[in-house]
């Protein structure tokens, strides 16, 4: 395990993954009813963008970097920055966990997985005064089976971000988004993937179709065509039984991030159903 998201963190990638993130939890919070959130690969939870790791690659200065004031946008954009504004944005930026955490009601639950032992420990610091949060150093994929269906709790989300450093990572991907579905077809299924070049997502999708799984959306922005694949040229979020009305959300946050992520205009943001309901 090489990967840290410590060298990552608020880049463009974390960027779109967590405006997304949002305003999907936005639609859970409508209701009173209580739901969990299972976050399978989970980091540290909040990140200094100060430190060694975040200097050496200087990766958020392209991403959370290009927005020191928040611009005029839609309520999407806006929430989204005023949300990691007021959990230390832009010098501290949240992980997945921060930003899940921070809208917790009492009735919700939030279940974090980390595999890294450093990051796990780091992870469980963080939360140690939230009641609402677990955290588990243990393996995100094998998490499904141990915690789906949610005890006690009817809605939800799963959130899979795993960091892509097995070549079958697009399999492993496919597999959980059909377990998860499986086990919790009422729970709503977020992955995260990366865009390299288009091939492999092709191949997902495929994947993804040929399991016969329904309501599929898929959200992708791309800073630059893929045609160089040793870049990280864009990323997606695949949501399946995405809430009523995401995709014009979705269309709306990326469509208003783009230009300040890719400002060179070679960049594009697709939403599109890749399986009807
Ligand atoms: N979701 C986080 C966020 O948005 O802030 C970032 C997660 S990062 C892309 C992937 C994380 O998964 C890393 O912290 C890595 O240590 C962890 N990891 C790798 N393999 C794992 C596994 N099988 N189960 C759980 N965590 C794993």
Redesign the pocket.
Known sequence: ?N???AYH?GNFA?MM??GLLLVILRHLLRKPAGFLVL?????CGTYDLDSVEARKTGEWRDGIGRFDTIPEGPVELVDYLHSIQALGAPMRYP???GLIASVLREQDRLIC????PE?ATILRHNFRRKDQVAVHER???TALKAFLPPRNLKRGLI?I???FEKTDEFDTLAEAIRTSRKLFPMGIVAAWYPIKHRAPVRQFHDTLRDAGLRDLLDCSLLLRSPTDPSRLNGCGLLVASPPYHFDEQAKTLLDALLPILAPDGEGSVEIRQIVEE
Do not use: F
């Not at 976050?39 to 980091?43: A, F, L, R």
């Open positions: 395990m990967y840290r998201h963190a974390d993954k967590h976050d399978t690969h989970s980091g992980g997945s966990p997985c980390e595999l890294h990051d393996d995100g994929y959130l971000d795993p960091p």
